[in-house]
């Protein structure tokens, strides 16, 4: 019964998605499988210092007791297209399907903070190389990000953590990856599915890979040309329901050794959809249905180049 009502789900996000625009040319490639060396090479090593989470935030801000939603750094240097066209026309849509990656499920305990801290590095780790490798084969630099993982109350570039709300964030200003341990699974209903997590942090993750390719630089500074609220809503939703897709990608490039069943693809669903909008005031991560909907386009094509919502009609962006 559990498995049937996990098909009918994914059966209702995919109805949904049925108006999704069809890839252009130069994505419809088969996706590559990393070669295990390099898989040992690009996680070998790695800082363990840091993470994620829902938020993305400024390098400047106006209060300092809270981590403030927009702003950032300049464009990361390495990306080809410049103006408005780093939005709709970037190198990064053009790299073809992620790379598979073989990254088998961590355990997981979220009630044990030491276990989930574990457990975040060693998706970090499959994070780290996936985007790693996308960014080669489009010939983009790529800096991974600084990890922090929060225990207790700090500081960082974009403000003071944890703030309301707030249990995980992105800070462009030092390309830091802000996770509170213990303050994600109270966030996440205490949610006992490590797809929830994977899905958390695939998303924040995906605020570094806009970073990276100057996607998340040009749309801070396009939004703070926007008077009108509204304006700017839109293009922070366009921001954060990219980064559903991107971390989708993510999430089917590690679905064979994962594994992602249909039943974590549901919850992972699921758990899109309660982090949208709630309510139709100040609207900026899309209404629950759009959140599903780009994940599972995410997941489906496997492509950054599906995850253009720069050019997406209103209504898929609502």
């Not at 693809?265 to 005031?281: F, S, V």
Request: contains cysteine.
């Amino acid at each position: 019964m559990a498995q049937s009502r996990a098909h009918t789900r994914l059966a209702d996000v995919r109805a949904r998605d049925a108006r999704r625009y069809e890839l252009p040319d130069y994505a419809r490639r088969t996706r590559r499988r990393l070669n295990p060396a390099v898989t040992m090479v690009l996680l070998t090593g790695l800082s363990a210092i840091g993470l994620a989470g829902f938020v993305s935030v400024s390098a400047m801000f106006t209060d300092p007791g809270r981590p403030t939603a927009g702003g950032g750094a300049a464009a990361a240097s390495g990306a080809a297209a410049s103006g408005p066209d780093v939005l709709t026309d970037n190198p990064l849509y053009k790299g073809g399907q992620l790379t598979e990656v073989t990254c088998p499920a961590p355990e997981l305990e979220p009630d044990d903070p030491e276990s989930m801290a574990s457990f975040l590095h060693e998706i970090t780790d499959c994070l780290d190389a996936a985007w790693s490798e996308e960014f080669t084969e489009t010939d983009m630099a790529f800096e991974r990000p600084t990890r922090v993982y929060w225990y207790a109350s700090g500081q960082s570039p974009c403000g003071n953590f944890p703030a309301e709300g707030t249990a995980a964030f992105y800070c462009q200003a030092n390309k830091g990856l802000y996770l509170g341990v213990e303050d994600i699974v109270r966030n996440s209903g205490d949610s006992r599915h490590p797809e929830a997590y994977t899905f958390l942090l695939s998303h924040e993750y995906a605020h570094h890979v806009q970073g990276e390719a100057g996607i998340l630089g040009y749309f801070h500074s396009a939004r703070g040309g926007k008077d009108r609220a509204q304006d700017r809503h839109l293009l922070t939703r366009r921001s954060e329901l990219q980064a559903n897709c991107l971390g989708g990608t993510f999430l089917g490039a590690i679905g064979d050794t994962f594994p992602i069943t249909d039943r974590a693809q549901a919850n992972i669903l699921k758990d899109a959809e309660r982090r949208g909008d709630a309510t139709t005031d100040d609207r900026t991560h899309g209404s629950p249905a759009n959140g599903g909907m780009w994940t599972a386009h995410g997941m489906d094509r496997g492509d950054p180049a599906a995850c253009n919502t720069w050019i997406a009609r209103e209504d898929l962006v609502e």
